[in-house]
């Protein structure tokens, strides 16, 4: 399986941009980068996915490099509620198999 | 609102007894499933797949015969811990994938704590 890399956690202020970055330099062609999140205590939630654009929504935009080694995600206004964890993973487009690393662990301070 | 329902969220049991998780897709049909389990401050490590009426398919290390499988409909998946330990307890989540829009959904997890 394709790894992506990722700080263990980060820290950002409440009402400000926040830049999450994952490094997979080994994605292959047909790897979809996928971006979940997990509040304490609760399942992953799905956040935002793309493979070669970048791409928005109402969560969070996600910025692919060129060379798609490297993606970021941007949480445009962060708020106490977006603290978690961000697990960045490539999952291959034949595949429904997600494998989770360790992820970052996202700190807001008010 | 949920799309995957997991139930239950809490469950404390006796050592030796078994204990029987629920993973339902609300809102899709899903012939795959998937079952994870966490400890404290560590990431989701993948169990096992399950195959609607077929057998799951568990990862390497994962005891089949601890951690039955049953997906009998294409809505239902469930995770029984057999005979279960002190060492079982975990935070138990399923997903499901939702082939219409590509998405995997996540239930809410079961926290299990094995007396």
């Known amino acids: 399986d394709a790894k992506t890399t990722q700080p263990n956690s980060m820290e950002s202020n409440e009402e400000e941009p926040v830049h999450l970055p994952c490094n997979h330099s080994?994605?292959?062609?047909?790897?979809?980068i996928h971006w979940y999140r997990q509040l304490p205590s609760q399942g992953p939630e799905y956040v935002i996915h793309?493979?070669?654009s970048n791409v928005n929504n109402r969560m969070a935009s996600l910025a692919i490099a060129e060379d798609r080694k490297s993606s970021t995600l941007i949480l445009h206004r962060a708020t106490l509620r977006d603290a978690a964890v961000y697990y960045c993973?490539?999952?291959?487009?034949?595949?429904?198999?997600?494998?989770f690393g360790k992820g970052t662990r996202l700190h807001i301070l008010p | 609102g949920a799309v995957v329902s997991q139930h239950p969220s809490r469950v404390i049991c006796k050592s030796g007894t078994s204990v029987k998780i629920e993973c339902r897709s609300l809102?899709?049909?899903?012939?795959?499933m998937f079952w994870y389990r966490q400890f404290p401050k560590q990431s989701l490590m993948l169990m096992a797949t399950?195959?609607?009426?077929?057998?799951?398919?568990?990862e390497q290390g994962v005891e089949k015969d601890k951690f039955l499988i049953n997906h009998a409909s294409l809505t239902l998946s469930t995770l029984t811990v057999t005979s279960a330990h002190p060492e079982d307890s975990s935070f138990y989540i399923c997903?499901?994938?939702?082939?219409?829009?590509?998405?995997?959904?996540f239930g809410s997890g079961t926290q299990l704590s094995v007396l």
């Open positions: 997903s499901a994938m939702d082939q219409l829009n590509e998405k995997l959904f």
């Open positions: 080994t994605i292959s062609g047909t790897d979809y």
């Open positions: 793309g493979l070669t």
């Open positions: 993973i490539l999952r291959d487009m034949g595949d429904d198999k997600i494998i």
């Open positions: 809102d899709f049909q899903a012939t795959t």
């Open positions: 399950s195959n609607e009426g077929s057998k799951a398919t568990y």
